[in-house]
C-alpha cells in the first residue's frame, strides 16, 4: 500500500528499521525527530519556563530554535516588553542566531521560508498553530503549545500520531482575481471548521500545480482553518525555483511527492470553475460566501496582511486595486507587510508610495490587530474586512465587533468604497 | 504516582459547540502567563459569571471542536488555573488537546456525557475507568480509556515531569 505525503514526511523523521516503518499506519503514536522548533514572543516565554523544569542546560541545536518577536512588537506595553525581554535573554544565553528581533523580525510564517530556514522534507513544530503553513513548501509542519515546544527545544524529539489524510483535488480554470484565499475559505465554507479534524490535508490538482507559492503558503496556512494538523503540497518545480532563489540558504532538502496508490480518509474534487471571489461573515472562517451576497455591508476598517495575505504578490493585488483611488473617509485602511524585505521589496517597486497616496497607513511588519493586539483595534459595534485567518468573536477587538475574511482583492476595493465589494466595481 | 485515581466531583459548566482559545482567553490578555492571572479573565467575552462563581472541582463541558484556534497554552492555563478539574466535549481540537494533556489538565471525549449533562449539573468522574456519572439524569456514561502512552503523561502530572523522569532514566 502506498504512503501518503504526510505519512512520508513523518516516517522519514522516526528513527526506526524499514520493518518497523512498514508496520506504522495513520492513528500510532511515533517519536519524531525535528528539523526546526519555533516559538513566538507569545508563546516562548511559556515554553522557556517549562524548558527550566526540565533541568537540561542547553536546546538540542541552536541552529534548529527559532524564535521570532513578532505579535505585540515593536512591543505595545510593558509586559509585553517583559516577554520580548525574556525571549531575548534566552537567545543570548543559549547562543541562538535565529532570534528575530525588531528591525530583523517579521511575522514568523512570511519570515520563516523567506529566509530559507524551512525547506522541503522538514519536520517542523511551532508554538503557533499558523506553522501549517510551511506545508506549501513540502514540510511536514504542525502547531503545538509551549510544553511540546520546550521538550521539542530540549531533546529535538517530540510524539506524534501519523494523521490520516483529506485529499483536494482542484481543477478548472480560476476566475478573475480568484486566489488562494478564496479557495481556502471556499473549502472551509464546504468542510467546515472540525472538516478535517486531527487529518492531514493533501492539496492537489491542475490548478494547485499552477498556483504561485504566495497562494499556497495561503491555502497552508489556513489547513488549521479546518482543524487539520497540516496542509500539505507535493515539491514541484515553483517550489523548487522559491527555495533556490538567491537570497534563501543552501541546505540540502527532500523532496517527497505521495504515492498514487496512497490510502486517503477521503478525496474531494472541487471545480474551481465555480467558484467566485469569497467573504467568510463572522465569526467562524466556515461562514463562506460569495463577494456578491456580502455587498453592502459597511466596514470600519480594512486589514491587509498577516501571515496569510502579507507576502509581495498580497501587496501587490491591493496596490493595483488601490492605484488611483482614495479609501473612503468612513474606513482606516492598514497595510502589514509581512516582512522587512516584502516592505522593502514593496518600497522599491512603488507600492508603498501608491498605499500612502490612497490614504493607507503601512505599519512595520507586525501580528498587531490580526489577533486585536494593537495597531488596529476595533470599537464596540465596528465591522472590519480582513485579509487574516480568523474572525472569532472578539478576534480584533471589542467583543461586540465584527470581522470578514477575505482576500487582498476584496478588502482594498472595500476600503475605496467603505463596504464590501468586489475589486471589479472598484476597476473599471 | 497514580495522580488521578481519585474520582473528580463538580459542577457543570456547559458551553456549544467551536469554543475557541479567543474566547476562552482573549488575545489582549496574552502579555500574562501565569493560571492564575489568565484564571481572573477565563472565558470573559462569553460568560462573565465564569471566572467570578466557578468553584474548585466544577467541570467544563463542551459541544464539538472545544479550543479550536490558536496554539496558545493560556487557554488550558487559564482552565486549570480557575480550578475546573476536567474538561468533557463532544470532540477537541488537536492542539488544545494536546495542550491540555502536556499540562495535566484531565481531558475527556465522551459526546454522550455532554450532550446529557445542563450546567449546574454534579458529575462524578473517574478518569481512569473513563467513566461519568451525572447526579441530576442518574445517566452514567463511559468513554474509550486512554492509550497506554497519554495515561503515562496524565499520571506523570504532565509532559514535563514524564520527559523529566525518562531523561533521567537515561
Ligand atoms: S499574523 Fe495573525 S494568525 Fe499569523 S501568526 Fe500573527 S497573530 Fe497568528
Known amino acids: ?428 | 504516582m497514580r495522580v488521578h485515581t481519585q474520582p473528580l466531583q463538580g459542577h457543570v459548566w456547559k458551553y456549544g459547540d467551536n469554543i475557541d482559545t479567543d474566547v476562552i482567553i482573549p488575545a489582549r490578555y496574552l502579555n500574562m502567563s501565569t493560571p492564575e492571572e489568565l484564571a481572573v479573565h477565563c472565558m470573559e467575552d462569553l460568560d462573565p459569571h465564569f471566572a467570578a462563581e466557578v468553584q474548585a472541582g466544577d467541570v467544563i463541558i463542551g459541544g464539538a471542536n472545544f479550543g479550536c484556534g490558536s496554539s496558545r497554552e493560556h487557554a488550558p492555563l487559564a482552565i486549570k488555573g480557575a480550578g475546573i478539574s476536567c474538561v468533557i466535549a463532544e470532540s477537541f481540537a488537536r492542539i488544545f488537546y494536546r495542550n491540555a494533556i502536556n499540562i495535566g489538565l484531565p481531558i475527556l471525549i465522551c459526546p454522550a456525557a455532554a450532550r446529557d449533562a445542563q450546567t449546574g449539573d454534579r458529575l462524578t468522574v473517574n478518569l481512569e475507568a473513563g467513566r461519568i456519572i451525572n447526579a441530576r439524569s442518574g445517566q452514567t456514561h463511559t468513554t474509550s480509556a486512554f492509550p497506554p502512552f497519554l495515561m503515562a503523561i496524565i499520571e506523570a502530572g504532565g509532559l514535563i515531569s514524564y520527559t523529566r523522569s525518562k531523561l533521567a532514566a537515561r
Open chain 1, 1 to 428: 500500500m502506498g504512503r501518503t505525503l504526510a505519512e512520508k514526511l513523518i516516517l522519514e523523521h522516526i528513527d526506526a528499521s524499514a520493518s518497523t516503518r512498514l508496520g506504522l499506519h495513520p492513528g500510532d503514536l511515533v517519536e519524531v525527530a525535528v528539523d526546526i522548533v519555533l516559538a513566538n514572543d507569545i508563546t516562548a516565554p511559556i515554553a522557556l519556563r517549562e524548558f527550566e523544569k526540565l533541568g537540561i542546560e542547553r536546546v538540542f541545536d541552536p541552529q534548529k530554535v527559532v524564535l521570532v518577536a513578532d505579535h505585540f512588537s515593536p512591543n505595545k506595553d510593558i509586559r509585553s516588553a517583559e516577554q520580548c525581554a525574556v525571549m531575548r535573554r534566552f537567545a543570548r544565553e543559549q547562543r541562538l542566531p535565529h532570534h528575530y528581533d525588531v528591525g530583523r523580525m517579521g511575522i514568523e510564517h512570511v519570515l520563516l521560508p523567506e529566509q530559507g530556514l524551512v525547506l522541503p522534507g522538514d519536520l517542523v513544530v511551532g508554538a503557533d498553530s499558523h506553522t501549517c503553513t510551511y506545508g506549501a513548501l513540502g514540510a511536514f509542519a504542525t502547531g503545538m503549545g509551549s510544553t511540546d515546544i520546550a521538550v521539542a527545544m530540549a531533546t529535538g524529539q517530540i510524539w506524534m500520531r501519523i494523521p490520516e489524510t483529506l485529499r483536494l483535488v482542484y481543477t478548472g480554470a480560476l476566475k478573475p482575481f480568484v486566489g488562494g484565499k478564496d479557495l481556502i475559505l471556499h473549502t472551509i465554507g464546504k468542510i467546515g471548521v472540525s472538516g478535517a479534524l486531527y487529518q492531514a490535508i493533501e492539496f492537489a490538482g491542475p490548478v494547485i500545480d499552477r498556483l504561485s507559492m504566495a497562494g499556497r503558503f495561503t491555502m497552508a496556512n489556513m489547513a488549521i482553518e479546518a482543524g487539520a494538523k497540516a496542509g500539505l503540497f507535493a515539491v514541484d518545480a515553483a517550489t523548487e525555483a522559491y527555495v533556490t532563489a538567491a537570497n534563501r540558504t543552501a541546505r540540502p532538502y527532500q523532496a517527497l511527492a505521495p504515492d498514487p496508490d496512497a490510502h486517503y480518509a477521503k478525496v474531494l474534487e472541487i471545480d474551481v470553475s465555480q467558484i467566485p471571489l469569497q467573504v467568510a461573515y463572522p465569526h467562524l472562517p466556515e461562514n463562506a460566501k460569495p463577494v456578491e451576497d456580502a455587498r453592502g455591508v459597511r466596514i470600519d476598517q480594512a486589514v491587509i496582511g498577516s501571515c496569510t495575505n502579507g507576502r509581495l504578490e498580497d501587496l501587490n493585488i491591493a496596490a493595483q486595486v488601490l492605484e488611483g483611488h482614495k479609501v473612503s473617509n468612513d474606513v482606516r485602511c492598514i497595510v502589514i507587510p509581512g516582512t522587512q524585505q516584502v516592505y522593502l521589496d514593496a518600497l522599491r517597486e512603488g507600492l508603498i508610495e501608491t498605499f500612502i497616496e490612497a490614504g493607507a497607513v503601512v505599519s512595520t511588519p507586525t501580528c498587531g490587530p490580526c489577533l486585536g493586539g494593537y495597531m488596529g483595534i476595533l470599537a464596540a459595534g465596528e465591522r472590519a474586512i480582513s485579509t487574516t485567518n480568523r474572525n472569532f468573536r472578539g478576534r480584533m477587538g471589542h467583543t461586540d465587533s465584527e470581522v470578514y475574511l477575505s482576500g487582498p482583492a476584496v478588502a482594498a476595493a472595500s476600503a475605496v468604497t467603505g463596504y464590501i465589494t468586489s475589486p471589479e466595481e472598484v476597476i473599471t
